[in-house]
């Protein structure tokens, strides 16, 4: 049951390509977006985009959402997702930049262009907290890890604390308009799954229980986190987002059944020549079989040097070779 209001676009668009995979309902179509697909790599982006930051960017509705529909024009997707950054929440609760009723307006000028669904996002709480504790970016998140182990008590409160702010966030799109959430995870692979359980999916579990009334989708993305597919169902997520480390059979295996899956192409595949790539592509469809609930995408962002012409083509290609037994009616 959801508790978003009849005229919700969850609801009016509940028999789009994508909303029905998530549900593992088959349909006509294998659905795709693509991880960044608003980035560098279209040329209209950078020309809209210009010199200014992100945030910059994210303050101004009106280019924010356009910047979200450039891919679904360009490419034909079958969701939009957000333009914006996993560090909004931080940035607005933690340097005072009023930055969230930006965010939502956005979402709000989108769902009126849209008439595909669109995915609502937000960082998981180590993933965050690794931006915090680290500065930026690390290869090895060696001061998270010191933290996390050396201090449980400031981790935990930190996390609780990251938690919350990514559910008020994303129950905030959802009523904006949003039809479905992703939480990216992108450095949780740097764990081991005892450490995932004990120190990391209590907080992620408080995430997705905090929009569960919702009734949307939620899906759960990191990177080299083959070891902990299973971990990520357990803590409430619906379709889990599989990089391209691990094919789409095996980690259905790791996964309930219930569960949907979304991948799983390599990016850099996407920089080769198309009968690479297109013998790529369908080595992911061969290894869903045509069963139900997969979301093709690929197993991390579109690295910016990709040609957008090659994304129209694996569009165009999943879209009339993506086979889904089954009756297509719920």
Known sequence: MSTLPEDHPAHRLAGSAYLRACRRVPGSVVPVWFQRQAGRSLPEY?????????????????????????????????????????????????????????VLETVRLVVKELDIPLIGFAGAPFTVASYLVEGGPSRDHGRTKALMLAEPD???????????????????????????????????GALTPQQYATYVQPHTTTVFEGVADLGVPR???????????????????????????????????????????????????????????????????????????????????????????????????VHSEGRIEGPTTP
């Open 154 to 188: 400031v981790w935990h409160c930190l996390c609780g604390r990251l938690a919350g702010w990514a559910v008020e966030f994303l129950r905030a799109q959802v009523a904006a308009g949003a039809s479905s959430i992703q939480l990216f995870d992108s450095w949780v």
């Open 219 to 317: 899906a759960h993305f990191g990177v080299t986190t083959g070891e902990l597919l299973p971990l990520f169902a357990e803590a409430g997520a619906t379709v889990v987002g599989i990089d391209w480390r691990v094919p789409l059979d095996r980690a259905r295996r790791r996964l309930p059944g219930m569960v949907a899956v979304q991948g799983n192409l390599d990016p850099a595949v996407c920089l080769a020549p198309w009968p690479a790539v297109e013998q790529e592509s369908r080595r992911v469809l061969a290894a869903n079989d045509g069963r139900p609930g997969h979301i093709f995408n690929l197993g991390h962002g579109v690295l910016p040097q990709t040609d957008p012409e090659i994304l129209e083509r694996i569009v165009e290609l």
């Open 46 to 102: 950078r020309r809209l985009r210009g010199d200014g930051s992100i945030l910059e960017a994210i303050a101004q509705p009106d280019l924010a959402a356009e910047l979200t529909l450039q891919p679904v024009r360009r490419y034909g997707v079958d969701a939009a997702i957000l333009f914006s950054d996993i560090m909004v929440p931080a940035h607005a609760t933690g340097l005072g930049v009023d930055i969230v009723p930006h």
